[in-house]
């Protein structure tokens, strides 16, 4: 990784975007006509793969999936245009069949755990759309249902001719430090032992560095300064664009605000350090791909 690379998993797609400014329809329909365009089809946000990567078909093979698929331009590279299309309409098993022999719909959580760091982010924007595009089906002014267009990429709705973009939320996600121990925190869907670093969406009017001190004070009862942006991680399963801070604290009281969470508590480096080594302790560190790790190991490996 490049000096002042972005480090996290989901980002730093290696596709071009395609910026199509006129005739956006025809271009997407040659490109998905041309035999050299890929496809991968997600099954409720789950890629097909393939050996530990994304089973990419030709773009030809959407003629074998439901009608009506939804269908996404990811971007392209060397010539090549990827798509990806929504095959979630079908049975599961219906939707398998005609590729058993090339792979299996797999977890992104799993899927995470393999995949390159390149394929997880075509992967993750992939999900976003489809996503996004799930649950924006009808115009927020005045109720129309909208269509998809500039390749799945933004939607307008045909009755009062508004634009419609990507949802994205932004969320402030805070490592807090004191003396050489990190505050962690667990929430009530997680199990004993599987902690992370504190986080909360940004509200209105507000910024990720006022929404850190917030956060950190109504669920645990922490006040902190020297609030240090480090790095972002676009998070597909909630369309959410983490941003990720180091943060100081004077004090280690905690108050919990136990409709937040269900536990925090402070964890010792050494202890962090064992843990991210492969050693056993009565907690795990966050998944590789997740900024929570990015974050820990930022302060654990220095
Ligand atoms: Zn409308």
């Given at each position: 990784m490049k000096p002042g690379e972005n480090p996290n998993w989901f980002a730093n797609n290696p596709l071009s975007r395609i910026n199509i400014e006129k005739d956006q329809r025809a271009f997407v329909k040659a490109r998905l006509d041309d035999p050299g365009s890929l496809l991968l089809p997600l099954w409720r946000g789950d890629p097909l793969m393939a050996d530990g990567k994304p089973a990419f078909l030709s773009a030809a093979a959407r003629s074998e999936f439901p009608k009506n698929s939804p269908i996404v331009l990811i971007g392209h590279q060397e010539g090549r245009a990827y798509f990806a299309i929504d095959v979630s309409s079908a049975a599961r098993e219906a939707q398998?069949?005609?590729?058993?022999?090339?792979?299996?719909?797999?977890?992104?959580?799993?899927?995470?755990?393999?995949?390159?760091?390149?394929?997880?982010?075509?992967?993750?924007?992939?999900?976003?759309?489809?996503?996004?595009?799930?649950?924006?089906?009808?115009?927020?002014?005045?109720?129309?249902?909208?269509?998809?267009?500039?390749?799945?990429?933004?939607?307008?709705?045909?009755?009062?001719?508004?634009?419609?973009?990507?949802?994205?939320n932004p969320v402030a996600i805070v490592l807090v430090l004191n003396s050489g121990a990190c505050l962690l925190g667990r929430g009530h869907q997680f199990p004993p032992g599987f902690v992370s670093a504190l986080a909360g969406f940004v509200e209105a009017g507000e910024t990720p560095e006022e929404c850190a001190r917030r956060e950190i004070y109504e669920e645990a009862g922490v006040t902190i300064d020297d609030v240090r942006y480090l790095f972002s991680q676009p998070w597909p399963f909630t369309c959410s664009l983490m941003m990720g801070f180091h943060a100081t604290t004077e004090n280690r009281e905690i108050n919990l605000d136990t409709e937040e969470l269900a536990e925090a508590s402070w964890y010792d480096k050494k202890d962090v350090q064992a843990v991210l080594n492969g050693e056993e302790r009565d907690f795990r560190a966050p998944p590789k791909f997740t900024i929570a790790r990015q974050l820990i190991e930022r302060w654990a490996r220095s």
């Open positions: 398998s069949a005609p590729f058993a022999e090339i792979g299996e719909y797999t977890p992104l959580r799993m899927a995470a755990g393999v995949l390159t760091r390149g394929d997880l982010s075509i992967v993750g924007q992939a999900r976003w759309y489809f996503e996004w595009r799930r649950t924006h089906r009808f115009c927020g002014r005045c109720g129309g249902e909208t269509e998809f267009d500039a390749g799945g990429v933004k939607s307008r709705c045909p009755q009062c001719e508004t634009d419609h973009f990507p949802r994205i």
